[in-house]
């Protein structure tokens, strides 16, 4: 299996990208008819970060940093043995009831709580428990004329969980 999650700016990513991470880690749709600068906008207010977790295109060459700066390093492939390796992560936190509460973990009966808001370092599998949760979001269905016209249901992602290099 390979790492294919890094960090980006806010401010270079494209729109593919921003609604993907509005969608997935927000629960927020992003229209195609929004600007880029538009969709920044929002993902910032919403999540209050200048950086986002992005899905790495596989075997693309690490862009050269800017004058001054290190440049990223690549994304390595994981371990068969992932059980003890560590994940430094942030959990951000959500308007929503419990939005600054920790998150509950579990695996295989092991159990911890992840506090929000703060860079921690958890064990892989907890990592796997944290990205695959899942939730319902319900938006409001309009018709032509903008009138409420049913319930619309997606899947998103339950916590808004960022990998830290």
């Given at each position: 299996m390979t790492d294919t999650t890094e960090t980006i700016a806010l401010s270079k990513a494209n729109?593919?990208?921003?609604?993907?991470?509005?969608?997935?880690?927000?629960?927020?749709?992003l229209e195609d008819t929004m600007t880029n600068e538009a969709m920044r906008a929002k993902v910032?207010?919403?999540?209050?970060?200048?950086?986002?977790?992005?899905?790495?295109?596989?075997?693309?060459?690490?862009?050269?940093?800017?004058?001054?700066?290190?440049?990223?390093?690549?994304?390595?492939?994981?371990?068969?043995?992932?059980?003890?390796?560590?994940?430094?992560?942030?959990?951000?936190?959500?308007?929503?009831?419990?939005?600054?509460?920790?998150?509950?973990?579990?695996?295989?009966?092991?159990?911890?709580?992840?506090?929000?808001?703060?860079?921690?370092?958890?064990?892989?599998?907890?990592?796997?428990?944290?990205?695959?949760?899942?939730?319902?979001?319900?938006?409001?269905?309009?018709?032509?004329?903008?009138?409420?016209?049913?319930?619309?249901?997606?899947?998103?992602?339950?916590?808004?969980?960022?990998?830290?290099?």
């Open positions: 729109k593919t990208q921003l609604q993907a991470f509005a969608r997935d880690h927000l629960g927020m749709t910032r207010q919403a999540a209050n970060r200048d950086s986002i977790p992005v899905v790495a295109e596989p075997n693309a060459p690490v862009p050269a940093a800017p004058e001054g700066e290190v440049a990223a390093a690549p994304i390595n492939v994981i371990s068969e043995d992932t059980e003890n390796e560590r994940v430094r992560i942030i959990i951000s936190a959500t308007e929503e009831p419990g939005g600054d509460e920790p998150v509950f973990v579990s695996v295989n009966g092991k159990a911890q709580y992840v506090p929000r808001g703060e860079e921690v370092e958890i064990r892989r599998p907890y990592y796997e428990v944290l990205m695959n949760a899942e939730t319902w979001r319900y938006d409001m269905r309009r018709d032509a004329n903008g009138n409420p016209d049913g319930m619309l249901r997606r899947k998103v992602l339950a916590y808004p969980v960022a990998r830290v290099a």
